[in-house]
């Protein structure tokens, strides 16, 4: 059943799924190419200075990169569903409603960490030979909020899909974005330390929010 549903999954946003694969690398590969040129310009040593002493940050045009991913995933798996109503015949299949729907919902966390993990990776790991490991822990700490806030923005934004009434959604829309923005405040690189577990524990109590309002759904509660 897991397997069937992964490939049902996969079929419906492949596409969508490469897409923003290949623009995370591109993002991660803009970064790379960013930094050298600073260091051909300046040197290494200037450039270690400026981002430790005068606030320097060469990641901040990543920032809203996985919010948008997030967001775009979310709405390219679950509108088709709702808008056709094709979700409730899965939830006529001999699973519990609320494990189809967590299953579906971790399918979409994989395929985002996929392309998360491979951005991160890429950025890091290209960063590695010219940045100091103070540096590379500071460029951690720094682009892991965006990642956990586009995990959260996916959850927040499969709840918004699912309500029924367009006054709840727009209220919903506004409590999700004041939310998010908890995840994008200005700050110097590696400042979110302190609030890294926070935001950790936030971003794993919305994988449950879509529940409620996917109950409303299925019930077909309009107000």
Known sequence: MLKALFIKEWIKIRWILIGFFVVSLFS?????????????????????????????????????????TGISIALAQFIPEVQHKRIKLSFHLPVNENRMLMQLTLMGNLFLLIIFLSELLVALF?????????????????LAPWFLGGITAYHLTVMVVFESTAIRRLLLILIAAAFITLFYQPATTGAYQPALPLLAILTLLTFFKHLYTAYRFRKGINQ
């Open 126 to 142: 290209g960063i590695t030979a010219v940045l100091p490991k103070k540096l590379i822990t500071d460029a951690f700490i720094t």
């Open 28 to 68: 991660a590969a803009k970064l790379l190419l960013d930094i050298h040129h600073q260091i051909e310009l300046m040197g290494a040593g200037n450039l270690w200075d400026i981002m430790l002493f005068n606030n320097f940050n060469p990641y901040r045009w990543m920032e809203y990169v996985p919010l948008v």
